[in-house]
């Protein structure tokens, strides 16, 4: 009888952990969702678009995050790094990792939040601009890296 219970006590366990290191989904607030929102539709667009509308949507993503970098209030730093999950653009993505590493350790807690979450924004579907996995993490780690070294991340 006692080794049954060991065996059940094991296997629950191994079951809880199994479920806590799964990615939990995050649902960024209100605020966030709207500075955010307008991005990702352009870059969704882009990505079922082709030649000058493709073109024109990520450049206009690109403005908008921009403008967004501009923006110095915690609701823009967390709306800055729940784009890391997501295809912004090459260029773009790169200019978001060095405005994120600019803000510097600020950004840490909202890093570590996001970086093994699955953002999720009610109404509107993103999944098919959504990173993968592997890159999302790259991306997460690189900045928590040059965070705590001191170092931004430059410009090539």
Same mark, same amino acid.
């Given at each position: &009888?006692?080794?049954?219970?060991?065996?059940?006590? $094991?296997?629950?366990?191994?079951?809880?952990?199994?479920? +806590?290191?799964?990615?939990?989904?995050? $649902?960024?607030?209100?605020?966030?969702?709207?500075?955010?929102?307008? =991005?990702?539709?352009?870059?969704?667009? +882009?990505?079922?678009?082709?030649?000058?509308?493709?073109?024109?949507?990520?450049?206009?993503?690109?403005?908008?995050?921009?403008?967004?970098?501009?923006?110095?209030?915690?609701?823009?730093?967390?709306?800055? $790094?729940?784009? &890391?999950?997501?295809? !912004?653009?090459?260029?773009?993505?790169?200019?978001?990792?060095?405005? !994120?590493? !600019?803000?510097?350790?600020? &950004?840490?807690?909202?890093?570590?939040?996001?970086?093994?979450?699955?953002?999720?924004?009610?109404?509107?579907?993103?999944?098919? =601009?959504?990173?993968?996995?592997?890159?999302?993490?790259?991306?997460?780690?690189?900045?928590?890296?040059?965070?705590?070294?001191?170092?931004? !991340?430059?410009?090539?």
């Amino acid at each position: &009888m006692a080794t049954m219970t060991r065996t059940s006590l $094991v296997t629950t366990l191994t079951l809880v952990l199994q479920v +806590a290191s799964a990615a939990a989904t995050v $649902v960024p607030p209100l605020d966030v969702q709207k500075k955010v929102r307008p =991005i990702l539709d352009l870059c969704r667009q +882009a990505a079922s678009t082709q030649g000058k509308g493709q073109d024109a949507a990520f450049f206009e993503a690109a403005r908008l995050v921009g403008k967004l970098s501009k923006e110095k209030t915690k609701s823009s730093d967390e709306a800055l $790094v729940v784009l &890391m999950s997501f295809y !912004i653009g090459e260029s773009t993505g790169e200019d978001l990792l060095r405005s !994120i590493t !600019i803000r510097g350790r600020r &950004m840490l807690p909202l890093l570590l939040r996001y970086r093994d979450a699955r953002v999720f924004l009610p109404e509107k579907d993103y999944a098919s =601009i959504r990173l993968p996995a592997e890159v999302r993490k790259d991306n997460f780690d690189n900045a928590i890296k040059s965070i705590n070294a001191r170092r931004r !991340i430059s410009e090539d």
